[in-house]
């Protein structure tokens, strides 16, 4: 069968079809393909612009994303998905997570503060009630939750790099910053019990990598290089310069612990992960 004629008289079918129809269409296309079709005509790229055809594009690749488009791109899933889509696919992930977690613990803290002013208020004793402690700012809930925070800036490390500013003029580096300066201002207690603990430890390991392994405290490397990308990838930025010098002197005091161990044992540390700057000596 010949081919038809690109300038014959159905070349222009396509756009003369209703929005709604091409709704329906356009939402049975992979993100390729809309984004041809938003280069096309006036008409075909405002209907392929459409944020209600990106949103399950967008969420099937960044499931925790819905945060993100309301909040740094005002519902538009389209201009998020065009911005995401030239940053690496882990670096997404981990600051989505990050401001998940950071936002729960800012609702929590926001409710602590509501019920310490009903209770003062209300003229309640000074003393704690009975299961408060979990609720208290230094509990087991924040030290959990700022663990997974860290677990995901160990991941945006290994994506971006120190030396990689592609991610560093986002929405969602901003963003990313801003969460881990809340913990550092309003949390700084969890950011250094996290360095202490993994130096407590690894100092009672016995000496040597494998007694630390076989009691579950092979994560020391990895939680020593959280805290040198916060660093590194200036995460703490604003942070009061009295809480940095506190995490540098536990990181110190970890760094000491981990050369401890490898003098004594003379055993290597657990392998490095692909993205380890070689700065990071801890895992060589």
């Known amino acids: 069968m010949p081919r038809s004629d690109p300038s014959g008289p159905h070349a222009l079918a396509l756009s003369q079809l209703p929005e709604d129809t091409l709704l329906l269409i356009f939402s049975l296309l992979p993100a390729r393909d809309l984004a041809a079709l938003s280069m096309q005509d006036t008409y075909l790229r405002r209907v392929a612009s459409d944020p209600s055809l990106w949103q399950p594009l967008a969420q099937a690749r960044w ?5 993100a488009a309301e909040g740094l791109y005002g519902g538009d899933w389209h201009a998020l998905f065009l911005a995401r889509a030239r ?6 992930l981990a600051a989505d997570r990050v401001h998940a977690v950071t936002a729960a613990q800012q609702a929590r803290a926001r409710q602590q503060q509501g019920q310490g002013a009903a209770a003062a208020s209300a003229g309640a004793a000074a003393a704690p009630a009975a299961g408060s402690a979990e609720r208290a700012p230094g509990g087991a809930l924040p030290a959990m939750a700022f663990e997974d925070v860290m677990r995901q800036v160990f991941s945006v490390g290994l994506a971006c790099g120190i030396r990689d500013r592609s991610v560093r003029r986002s929405a ?11 913990w550092a201002a309003h949390r700084p207690e ?11 430890l690894l100092a009672g390991s016995g000496g040597s990598w494998g007694g630390a392994a076989a009691r579950g405290w092979t994560d020391a490397p990895w939680r020593r290089s959280a805290v040198a990308y916060l660093q590194d990838l200036n995460l703490l930025a604003g942070a ?14 970890l760094d ?4 401890g161990v490898q003098l004594e044992s003379g055993a ?3 392998a490095a992960p692909e993205g380890v700057p070689e700065s990071h000596w801890w895992f060589s």
């Open 268 to 270: 290597a540390a657990p």
């Open 190 to 200: 969890v950011l250094v019990a996290f360095v202490r603990e993994a130096h407590e």
């Open 87 to 92: 940053m690496p696919l882990a670096f997404q």
């Open 256 to 259: 000491r612990a981990i050369r």
């Open 63 to 67: 499931p925790g994303a819905e945060a």
């Open 172 to 182: 969602e580096w901003r963003r990313l910053k801003q969460d881990a300066s809340w």
């Open 240 to 253: 009061h310069a009295s809480v940095v010098n506190r995490v540098q002197a536990e990181a110190a005091a």
